[in-house]
């Protein structure tokens, strides 16, 4: 209990911090101009850079316009704009899929509850967890990417490289209204000097906190 206690405060403290330095980054990067445009980048996004995303997104949402019109559509109909995207043909499957559920299912309407998006086909935890904090302000569960598993570990929040576990530890240690933040302040961080290939601990705002920082103290 005391060391969850210590954890929490650490936790509080780095979130502090990380707020007067990423404030602004403090959201997805992913365009998009409604839930359903939101869970469609998000699905592509999976084990693929949002700034990729991003270059086929704008053609794609002009080309489609809201969940009707994807559940009409075959899959092979969708890879002129997704496969500069790794594992288009399956993203691009369970895209189709997704509308077609969604109409069927939920009035055309993104789902708004971690279990109604992850009834979806190709939609984890983390991608519900992004489309609920991003696009409706709600927060369920931390979405844990990559950045986020190295930032945690460094810090000393988690010992594993499992998402799953991680969320679960984090939920613990962190108050629920941070939950949504905390996801966006880690990719920032990992994004800026805590990379996964390389630590440039000299310019991180933790440098003094974080365990697993290199600068002389």
Known sequence: MRMERSK????????????????????????????WELLVATMLSAQAQDASVNKITPRLFRAFR????????RPSQLYPYTRSIGLYRNKSK??????????????????????????????????????LYNAFHRSEG????????????????????NAAKIERTLMQVVPRKDWGDLTHLFIALGRDVCTAKKKYCVRCVLNDICPSSTVVK
Not at 66 to 73: C, D, N, R, T
Not at 142 to 161: E, F, K, S, Y
């Open 8 to 35: 929490a405060a650490f936790a509080r403290l780095v979130i502090s911090r990380l707020r007067r330095r990423y404030r602004h980054e403090m959201h997805t990067s992913l365009y998009h101009g409604s839930p």
């Open 66 to 73: 809201g969940v009707h019109s994807y559940a009409a559509l």
């Open 94 to 131: 369970n895209i189709v899929a997704a509308a077609q559920k969604i109409t069927a299912d939920y009035d055309a309407k993104v789902p708004d509850t971690i279990e109604g998006l992850t009834s979806l086909p190709g939609v984890g935890r983390k991608t519900a967890n992004v489309v």
């Open 142 to 161: 931390i979405a844990i990417d990559t950045h986020c598993i190295t930032v945690a570990n460094r810090l000393g929040l988690a010992r594993t490289g």
